[in-house]
Nanobody, 122 residues
């Protein structure tokens, strides 16, 4: 049973930094081959917002409005992605989710989602 597990959220003051991690678990004995993974966030009363994506060959795209503060990365085994967030602002307060797509979902939708990790900036 494949799961995405996020960690690294918390409370931070304006201008601070956090690094979120998302690890694929439940794939014992073989590599879970994704074609892409991504970070999203959703603040109360707002629509879900895409933040950054990384594809199977490591190409990274970060939202234009965030690329001077946020960086997406992936470990060599591609089992973990991270989101480095610097110079955080109160408007970054949200639940942050990671997502992955594989198989027939490639290029369409993210078919796996984590449970989310809360980021609060005050």
């Amino acid at each position: 049973h494949v799961q995405l597990v996020e960690s690294g959220g918390g409370s931070v003051q304006t201008g601070g930094s956090l690094k979120l991690s998302c690890t694929i678990s439940g794939v014992s004995g073989h590599i879970f081959d994704t074609c892409g993974m991504a970070w999203y966030r959703q603040a109360p009363g707002k629509e879900r917002e895409g933040l950054a994506v990384i594809d199977s060959v490591g190409k990274r795209i970060v939202s234009d409005s965030l690329k001077d503060r946020f960086t997406i990365s992936q470990d060599g085994a591609k089992a973990t992605i991270r989101l480095q967030m610097n110079n955080l602002k109160p408007e970054d307060t949200a639940m942050y989710y990671c997502a992955a797509q594989n198989g027939v979902w490639c290029g369409k939708e993210y078919n796996y989602w984590g449970q989310g990790t809360q980021v609060t900036v005050s």
